[in-house]
């Protein structure tokens, strides 16, 4: 079969690989109908992969072509959402709903096995805990919104949670990628009155806009700062959702988080220690997230796609094929695409 | 009137000074019947005061000598508790409950304006705001359990708060002076199932033991965290309790906390940037905590403390005159005094 392999920084081919196989009773083997690439992915991209081969992806919707002799929810046939990270579903801590800390857990295309989600078929390990059966046929118009529950609307839903979105709130988004845009539906979702996009990229905003954000900061740095706290009467705001990842992302949460606020970050971390003291001083600031547990958000989360009330299927703007996907990773990395469907 | 002030790093005394008096509508003069040492008074006393001539102390019980003309709800001849900041009680944060954060509001002893509670008299800004009538006589013998709630009762309790403690949780209490050893009263009280006392000081985890404590770890450093984690399954403890403000209990709280889990941290912070990578990879960890709305928490805490549910006077190890407070910051920092009541 065909994969997506990263061997170093700006070197990715999709080239032939063994096919996806059962290698434990508890694991499934998808054939993968739609996955992605992630605004994650540009970070190895540019720092390098965490081996020389690794195999990419970690988004998917696929059909279910194989089960392992111990898997008994999931069934041959079924078209099915994978989360990023695969879990037993059945840990103190899955049972938490923190799935993402899973015994028995660990996350797809970050390295060695099980492989990545660009690639034809994939390995599914835990497939009982992991996989979320759809009732959709495969070509559904709502394809695109059940694809972001692999992990960009139930990331931005975590950072919303985590930073304790609340009716009523004031939030700001940090960053108008992918999941910054799903943290504006999760915001609205959740119930908050104001939301300020910190993002710069025109055609990003306006979408934010269409998802519910009431104001948009493109300025940086210190001017971001200022210009968020000049919209929220100089307090900040109740709730900010960092999903950058960067040291200035997490600088601007930490400078517009109001006292007794909370930051919720789900950028993958690219800083180094938090330093608290820039965030209100002695205000009881509050920093919580890390990888959503996508997988234990799905239940609360589709049927409002099912029934349209949220579409975040539209932060998709293109769909490619397999061989596209290192040119796309170019694109990712410039910013020009905002969020990329692969069809293998 | 006698009052404490200190002057430069171990250069505490105790001399004359103008008398307390009204300043603002909004203030009153309490004459303070019981004061403290506390716990976070060694900072100072070891880094220096913020000025030369810093008056000191912010806890006290006192019966109020005067109101201002704007003081509606307190008055003259009550007796009162007093938390460690004044606050307004009506602004938006005093309504969330973050009296900490009161745009009025300020810290006691602080340096400046207001004075310090280890003294024979006080003006209280925002009196109405501030300070909590009391329905006992002056010498009652509750009196050193509600004098706990001017500061380290409600700050263990805030600890315990931030740090998510919950029924049926593992906790840790890093840190056995009065505030850690009131913190393990309040995680007992929220119904915490396991409480592991981190401190070394046998008479402290005696008493800590009494409170709850279920577990004393008496290491230090890595060997501490081994000895946490054996104790809970290797798993760590899903509250942690950060009562000293040390790098190295920051550090061992970050070490001992579960996959999502939470610290509340309320020593008075003397580390630099928070390291979050040090704590479970990617496990959701939550930084919570700074200075407790101690305010807010009386209401709460104190018909536990009325009807004997909860003993938190008990940390009070001597009792001793204004003239006595010098000799007693140095047996604080040689920590041979737990906590110190003054009757001025």
Known sequence: MRATVMYKAHDVRVESVPDAAIKAPTDAVIRITRGCICGSDPWPYNDGPKENGQRMGHEAIG???????DVHKIRRGQLVVMPFAYSDGSCMFCEEGLNTSCVHGGFFGNGGEPGGAQEEALRIPQADGTLYPLQVGED???????LTLSDVMGTGHHAAVTARVAPGHRV???GDGAVGLCGV???KRL?????IMMGRHPGRTALATEFGATDIVSERGKDAIERARELTQGFGVHSVLECVGSAQAMDTALGIVRPGGAIGRVGVPHYGPIDLSTAPFY??????GDPAPVRAYIAELLPDVMEGRI???????RTISLDEIPACYRLMNEREALKVMVRP
């Open 63 to 69: 059909i279910v072509a194989e089960v392992g002799s």
């Open 140 to 146: 559904d118009a709502l394809t695109p919104s059940l």
């Open 172 to 174: 700001a988004v940090v």
């Open 185 to 187: 539906i999760a915001a």
């Open 191 to 195: 119930g908050a009155e104001q939301i």
């Open 283 to 288: 205000h009881n600031v509050i920093v919580a």
């Open 311 to 317: 579409e975040p299927g539209r932060v998709f703007d």
